[in-house]
């Protein structure tokens, strides 16, 4: 095996053991995630979550909180990019596009409903 496999193929693993270490509560709560791609170039990585993650509301929590650990903790990587089952996609190097991830108290503007409900809080 050439050290550029060997290389690639570390990178995957250390991406795949960091996935299940950091955010078991994935597969806990039904859902899945798996890679689809590595740019080792590019430092680019994607993230397909299915499963229970697809359509939940918490979704673009749990991709925020991935991009940010997975850009510290494995320093080849400076760019995430996750798709959910349902075809949407979060790009997370920063910029426009896509969704952004609300939290519990943070005012988007407009009444949708009661000043009361915060909406759910993140399983982690």
């Known amino acids: 095996m050439s050290t550029e496999t060997e290389d690639a193929n570390d990178l995957r693993e250390r991406i795949t053991n960091f996935l299940r270490r950091n955010f078991p509560q994935i597969q806990m709560h039904g859902g899945s995630a798996a890679i689809e791609e590595i740019d080792r170039e590019e430092g680019s990585v994607t993230i397909r979550l299915g499963g229970a993650c697809s359509g939940c509301g918490i979704s673009p929590m749990t991709i925020q909180a991935i991009k940010t650990r997975m850009t510290k903790e494995i320093p080849e990587i400076n760019e995430v990019t996750a798709r959910t089952g349902m075809d949407q996609q979060e790009g997370m190097s920063g910029?426009?596009?896509?969704?952004?991830?609300s939290f519990p108290g943070e005012s988007r503007g407009g009444d949708v409903g009661g000043d009361e409900d915060?909406?759910?809080e993140a399983p982690f």
């Open 95 to 101: 910029g426009s596009g896509g969704m952004s991830p």
């Open 118 to 120: 915060e909406g759910p």
